[in-house]
T-cell receptor, first 114, second 109 residues
Framework: DAGVTQSPTHLIKTRGQHVTLRCSPISGHKSVSWYQQVLGQGPQFIFQYYEKEERGRGNFPDRFSARQFPNYSSELNVNALLLGDSALYLC?????????????FGEGSRLTVL | AQRVTQPEKLLSVFKGAPVELKCNYSYSGSPELFWYVQYSRQRLQLLLRHISRESIKGFTADLNKGETSFHLKKPFAQEEDSAMYYCALFPPGNTPLVFGKGTRLSVIA
């Protein structure tokens, strides 16, 4: 099993653009969570999806949105990019909705906004 | 509000010396506490959780509810322990993991 896979690994955008980040969970995992990690900080929760429905949302503006597909993969979309959106975006999967706090992370997508 | 505090950004110790990475949390109930680790060029991964009460790679962590702490300890540090360590809190009720800012452990040969 390849584990959680994310794409792209790196990308550069300019202010005002839109970005889509993709994530494939571990086979059999039905829950996907997205975290933002700014340099020097711990991961901050953005969204959790389970069975294609949003189950949790962190304190992020409406420019951030996500969805989960029938195969449990997920996309994170960010509109009208700001310089402050530059960060490592981590996707994590877990077996079920409630989980045990054990998340399996991908390697992340590093977004640079110029 | 739930909060996790890791007071040290960087901790440097000599090989063979004891290590203690501090973690304090703020939560009114009974959360689950975790330590996650990220080695160089690797993904973030679970190191240990308090409910398991196990030792992983020689590391242990005891939950002290009175002091709301969950410090990570190892009696003899090894060079391969050098990594970024994150303490995380998992409140009951399917709320997300809350991470601290992390402590970078550097073990000097």
């Amino acid at each position: 099993d390849a584990g959680v896979t994310q794409s792209p690994t790196h990308l550069i955008k300019t202010r005002g653009q839109h970005v889509t980040l993709r994530c494939s969970p571990i086979s059999g995992h039905k829950s996907v969570s997205w975290y933002q990690q700014v340099l020097g900080q711990g991961p901050q929760f953005i969204f959790q999806y389970y069975e294609k429905e949003e189950r949790g949302r962190g304190n992020f503006p409406d420019r951030f949105s996500a969805r989960q597909f029938p195969n449990y993969s997920s996309e994170l979309n960010v509109n009208a990019l700001l310089l402050g959106d530059s960060a490592l975006y981590l996707c994590a999967s877990s077996l079920d909705r409630v989980g045990t706090g054990e998340l399996f992370f991908g390697e992340g997508s590093r977004l640079t906004v110029l | 509000a739930q909060r996790v505090t890791q007071p040290e950004k960087l901790l440097s110790v000599f090989k063979g010396a004891p290590v203690e990475l501090k973690c304090n949390y703020s939560y009114s109930g009974s959360p689950e506490l975790f330590w996650y680790v990220q080695y160089s060029r690797q993904r973030l991964q679970l190191l240990l959780r308090h409910i398991s009460r196990e030792s992983i790679k020689g590391f242990t962590a005891d939950l002290n509810k009175g002091e709301t702490s969950f410090h990570l300890k190892k009696p003899f540090a090894q060079e391969e322990d050098s990594a970024m360590y994150y303490c995380a809190l998992f409140p009951p009720g399917n709320t997300p993991l809350v991470f601290g800012k992390g402590t970078r452990l550097s073990v000097i040969a």
